[in-house]
């Protein structure tokens, strides 16, 4: 599985920022897709995730400032990230799982460095 990650930068605190990812060598049907992250120090995190059916999860803390989209079928997705906060500086590494039951195969890009300044 190949990921192209883009989208990560320095910003300011408030500014935002648009992740991108495309995915190819999939073998399975992707039955949902998302982005984690990792803050310095810290252990990986789910920011956010969305599914082949459409629905949406976020992690409490990025909730009502970023928006994931992006077709599991077109095998990309996007994470829009507004109101960027200091605490929100992390490698965001896109996400992907394919499933064809019982063989579940989730994985990971090699990050994307996103750091806010105060």
């Known amino acids: 599985v190949h990921m192209v990650e883009s989208g990560g930068g320095l910003v300011q605190a408030g500014g935002s920022l648009r992740l991108s990812c495309t995915v190819t060598?999939?073998?399975?049907?992707?039955?949902?897709m998302g982005w984690y992250r990792r803050p310095p120090g810290k252990q990986r995190e789910e920011v956010a995730l969305?599914?082949?059916?459409?629905?949406?999860t976020y992690a409490q803390d990025v909730e009502g400032r970023f928006t994931i989209s992006g077709d599991t079928k077109k095998k990309s997705v996007y994470l829009q990230m507004n109101g960027l906060k200091v605490e929100d500086t992390a490698v965001y590494s896109c996400?992907?799982?394919?499933?064809?039951?019982?063989?579940?195969?989730?994985?990971w890009g090699q990050g994307t460095q996103v750091t806010v300044s105060s």
């Open positions: 996400y992907v799982r394919q499933n064809k039951w019982p063989d579940v195969r989730s994985n």
């Open positions: 969305i599914t082949d059916s459409g629905t949406t």
């Open positions: 060598g999939t073998i399975f049907e992707i039955d949902r």
